[in-house]
């Protein structure tokens, strides 16, 4: 077999989408028993962007695909894997990754690939992109997390709709020399698989809190020190972190149990809420568009969630081109 020597894969351009429409936690009080201080205090979340009837997920990661191919400087016909990561895809066929393939005018042998792993979404799609770069099966690949979670939440529920916001996030995965992506370290939680749901007739999002924000401050930070590890690095190498946009509780006690002194910590949870599959790539992207996402440095990327899974890995942030 003609198989080409193992290479590296880099992540070369980010790109996102939100939906115009902006829910403030004063409007939320207008709709369930709640205020501003009460969702502040237990999630950190101010706002979250809302989807209208023209926001489905393949639209939003369409515009976000777009986007990343635009700042990686790629064209379309290049892409030869693109990735979903989404708990909200529309239909199991024809599915999300090959509507955004044909939208974006990607060519026919792009392959095409959904996944749901629900929070930790992106994660398991940025390791499948990976390794399909450094084995040859594709030079340039599109990871996607998209969501419309605006659409599966009892908006009577004030438990889970003050949490969630739909959006999507993308990055661009090319060739490069040495690599730039390290190992994906994933698993699950059997004992917590029940612990996030999206079930029933209508499909709806439940989940239980207390167990979720145990687990989160007493074991996740545990599996996040061994994705680091997997890439042969320490948590002081590590200058960011981007972790599940969950709640700004368990992210910020998340951040003290690891250690280590990051430049830049994704906090994107205040001003777009739980998006999910999308919530690290949508933080990083937005980071990156504002200019505050430092270059060429390790980031530590961690999601978890639904499943019960989890995972992660370690990548090189972008250089600017040019």
Known sequence: MNIPALRGSRIIGFGHHQPSRILTNDELSTMVDT?????????????????????????????????ALADAGVDPSEVGLVVVASTTHED??????????????????????????????????????????????????LVIGSEKLSGIV???????????????????????????IGPVSWGSVPHLEQAVRV??????????????????ITEAADHARAVVE????????????????????????????????????????VESGNTSAASVPLGLS???????????????LFGFGGGFAHAGQVVTTPVRRG
């Open 286 to 300: 937005k980071a990156w568009a504002r200019g505050e996402l430092p270059e060429g440095v390790p980031a530590l």
């Open 199 to 216: 079930s029933g007739e209508p499909a709806r999002f439940s989940q239980e809190g207390r167990s979720i924000y145990r687990w989160a």
């Open 154 to 180: 009892d908006w009577t529920d004030r438990s889970t709709c003050v949490l969630v916001g739909d959006g999507a996030g993308a990055a661009v995965v090319g060739v490069s020399e040495e690599p730039q």
């Open 92 to 141: 199991r066929a024809p599915y999300t990754a090959g509507r955004v393939a044909a939208e974006l005018g990607l060519s026919g042998r792009a392959a095409p690939i959904d996944i749901n792993t629900a929070c930790s979404g992106f994660e398991y799609a940025m390791g499948i992109a990976d390794q399909a770069v450094r084995t040859g099966s594709a030079d340039t690949a």
């Open 35 to 67: 205020n501003d201080e009460w969702i502040t205090t237990r999630t950190g979340i101010k706002t979250r962007h809302i989807a209208g009837p023209e926001d489905t997920v393949t639209s939003m990661a369409v515009e976000a695909g777009r986007a």
């Open 230 to 269: 997997a890439a042969g690095l320490s948590i002081e190498d590590i200058e960011v972190f981007a972790f599940h946009q969950a709640n700004l509780r368990i992210i910020e006690p998340l951040v003290e149990a690891l250690g280590g002194s990051p430049s830049y910590v994704v906090r994107d949870v």
